[in-house]
């Protein structure tokens, strides 16, 4: 590993030389190889003192020369003139436990290097590369002994420099949203679909017109996946990608500030780590920890709060138009603390109403859950939206029918709490100058989660989703939650690097398209996710919507999603997230009880997990076996009824469950079953597409059928066109 031999030293200057015609030979190169020897990272450095990378797998280039710097703003750029002044090496091989996962143990293997660069003017730059077997993480760090101390970044220019048009599922760059529906193109037609008009969102800045989101996800004509994505972003601006469209070489396009600045650095720091991720495998895609394994351990010392939360919410109302958050129409416009809502006229369609949520809080105690949302509970949303408005909210003050006391004690009666909401608006000030009053307000009252939202364009003016300012802003939210025993699930906050291995009390994110895009959303999307948006951590997609028709949902309204309820049932199963919603009203899941009842017993919580079959787009099948320590954890009373599957007649069983989706696709697969326990019984149910089912002709169509499978048995099931299903199975 150490450094690079000579023949691996002649293949990769062969390759460097053959793959750019316009590349010289570097004047050094120090290489890396991963635990496994299938992948290979190279430094290089340049005559002039460029520095640049490169990354090999089975011999062959994945990533070719590649340069990597900084211009800054006045001057004095990080991009040449260094000289090499050391490299350490090291291996890590270490095994952690998650607090909560899709697994108990993560292996972190890797094999390190730190290349310590320095100018003659005594600038510093070390690199430091952690090969994977399943891909590279590097990253740039600034030491305390440097002549550089305070800097601003003008652009930082990392290359991902690729061997050619590969296939690429992706979503437009976006200083401001992520909730794109994914492209699926080659490389070389990302030019002309970033310049088909883009479906609104509420906040949007167009990054540039060849630029893509991270994670991105391509395959190449041999058939390896690679994926580029970060991992650690803290304190740095969240970067896309921009496309060379004739050769192929992406470079990071950070988010610039108010001002324009891409980052504001102050040495010792580090930027995120940057990822390639290599697969010769769909699955092992899914399988990677790559990204958690770049983050730092847990710093929480008690993490005994943190658990794994289902849940249900007086929200689908509102996302349909069934009902309101707003509380009434007779006030233009709303000043806290002087509108006085006490004499205002209720408009009639407020969702969060005292009756209403009991109705939420009974089905979903009967139903074995844990927490219901409410949505629309505080004073401020008739002028929220749209405006820009900095005191927008203050968190603490309820509508005049939302009896936040008694809703509480109602609720944790029967044994579920409430989550707390606090749509920010994007006024991030605001958010800030209230937040210890509306923490202290959810530990007054016993919740212990909330979901945050960051709808429109952020305050201060100028400021981007993903500026460096407001990456803070987020952390800052988290700490402070963490401070206060609160669980966060951030909504249109930044997608996720892995962060919640360090701070585990970041439980959701949603950071992408989901279920609440309705009729938006493209059949495969679903299908994507996993390879994208997921690999940064888990999602609060709102699954199990098994009403597509919306003038049903929310009477008036029109359109119809695009999904089965196999699919949607798969979903339990197929993203991971601690966080897990019901999301459909309750007299929805009323008429298709024994359907929902695979929603009651799947857990959310995980000490196994396997990729069975997948291909980006097309399909993902995976199979799950629940962390018993955490089925019941955190509850106020009572089992939760992933518990109660688990322990019939209070016997504890060995369960799995198993998920399958697919896309524009209707297909067949045959799942092998030899993950059970050998020589045991299961009882299995199917909950699967009906024959005659099709997204757009026969959604509701299902079958529910009971089989006795084991360790020896494979399972042939049928997934409708954007269908799929669940599988429970438990001992006999
Ligand atoms: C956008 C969130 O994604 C959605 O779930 C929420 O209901 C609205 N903002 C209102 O806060
Ligand atoms: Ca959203």
């Not at 906040?203 to 893509?212: G, K, L, R, Y």
């Not at 993203?575 to 298709?592: E, G, H, I, K």
């Not at 089912?693 to 020896?712: C, F, G, K, M, V």
């Amino acid at each position: 590993m150490k450094k690079i031999n000579a023949i691996s030293l002649i293949a990769g200057l062969v390759l460097a030389l053959s793959c750019s015609p316009k590349t010289v030979l570097p004047k050094s190169v120090e290489a890396v190889t991963s635990p496994n020897g299938n992948l290979e990272a190279q430094f290089l450095l340049y005559e002039d003192g460029t520095p640049a990378y490169m990354l090999n797998y089975d011999g062959k280039a994945v990533i070719k020369p590649s340069k990597l710097g900084y211009k800054l703003i006045g001057g004095n750029d990080l991009l040449k003139g260094f000289t090499l002044e050391g490299t350490q090496y090291r291996t890590i091989d270490e095994t952690w436990e998650p607090v909560w996962g899709e697994e108990k143990e993560i292996r972190n293997n890797c094999s390190e290097m730190l290349v310590r660069l320095r100018r003659e003017d005594g600038v510093a730059m070390n690199i430091r590369f952690r090969l994977y077997n399943d891909g590279l993480g590097f990253r740039y760090e600034f030491p305390q002994e440097n002549k550089l101390t305070y800097f601003k970044v003008a652009d930082e220019l990392t290359q991902f420099a690729l061997t050619g048009d590969h296939t690429a599922w992706w979503i437009p760059g976006d200083f401001d949203t992520q909730e794109y529906n994914y492209h699926h193109s080659r490389l070389s037609e990302i030019r002309r679909l970033n310049a088909v008009p883009r479906p609104y969102n509420a906040a949007q800045e167009v990054a540039s017109d060849m630029s893509v989101q991270t994670s991105l996800q391509m395959k190449t004509d041999d058939g390896l996946y690679i994926n580029i994505h970060e991992a650690g972003l803290l304190d740095y601006p969240a970067t896309h990608l921009d496309l060379d469209d004739r050769n192929f070489i992406f470079t990071t396009l950070l988010t610039p500030d108010a001002q324009g600045v891409k980052g504001r650095l102050q040495a010792p720091c580090h930027s995120p780590w940057r990822t390639v991720q290599v697969c010769e495998k769909a699955t092992d895609v899914l399988a990677s920890r790559l990204i958690l394994n770049l983050n730092e351990p847990c710093v929480l010392e008690d993490v005994s709060w943190i658990h794994p939360v289902k849940y249900m919410g007086v929200w689908w109302e509102m996302m349909t138009g069934r009902s309101h958050w707003s509380y009434t129409s007779d006030f233009p416009s709303i000043q806290l603390g002087v509108t006085d809502y006490s004499k205002a006229k209720p408009h009639g369609r407020h969702g969060a109403y005292n009756e209403n949520v009991r109705m939420y809080i009974d089905f979903a105690a009967e139903n074995g859950f844990d927490a219901i949302l409410v949505e629309g509970w505080n004073e401020g949303w008739e002028d929220w939206f749209g405006c820009q408005k900095d005191y927008v909210f203050d968190f603490v003050t309820p509508y005049p029918d939302f009896d936040l006391p008694a809703l509480n004690e109602y609720a944790h009666s029967k044994g579920i709490r409430i989550i707390m909401h606090h749509e920010s608006s994007s006024s991030t000030v605001n958010y800030e100058r209230h937040m210890e009053a509306a923490y202290n307000l959810m530990n007054q009252y016993g919740y212990d989660a909330v979901k945050s939202g960051y709808v429109g364009y952020i305050i201060p003016y100028g400021e981007h989703h993903y500026s460096q300012p407001i990456i803070n802003h987020y952390h800052y939210a988290v700490l402070e939650a963490a401070k206060h025993h609160i669980m966060v699930n951030a909504h249109e906050a930044v997608r996720p690097t892995g962060l919640c291995r360090t701070w585990p009390n970041m439980i959701g994110n949603e950071s992408a398209m989901g279920n609440e895009f309705r009729m938006d959303i493209n059949p495969g999307h679903t299908c994507i996710l996993p390879f994208t948006r997921l690999q940064g951590g888990p999602m609060d997609f709102t699954p199990g919507i098994f009403e597509q028709d919306m003038s049903i949902t929310a009477p008036g309204e029109t359109g119809k999603m695009r999904h089965t309820i196999g699919n949607q049932l798969g979903l339990y199963v197929t993203f991971y997230s601690p966080l897990q919603m019901a999301a459909d009203l309750p007299q929805n899941y009323a008429r298709f009880m024994d359907a929902f009842q695979f929603i009651k017993d799947v857990a959310v919580d995980w000490d196994k997990s396997l990729y069975l079959m997948a291909e980006p787009g097309e399909y993902i099948v995976t199979a799950r076996h629940p962390n018993y320590k955490t089925l019941n954890s955190g509850r106020l009373k009572g089992t939760s009824s992933a518990y109660d599957f688990a322990h019939p007649g209070g016997r504890e069983k060995d369960v799995w469950f198993v998920g399958g989706i697919t896309g524009e696709n209707a297909r067949e697969v045959e799942i092998p079953l030899d993950f059970l326990k050998p020589g045991i019984v299961y009882e299995a149910t199917l909950y699967a597409d009906a024959p005659d089912a099709d997204y757009e002709t026969n959604p509701q169509a299902y079958e529910i059928s009971h089989h006795l499978l084991s360790a020896d048995s494979t399972l042939k099931v049928w997934m409708a066109h954007s269908g799929g299903f669940g599988l429970s199975l438990r001992e006999k």
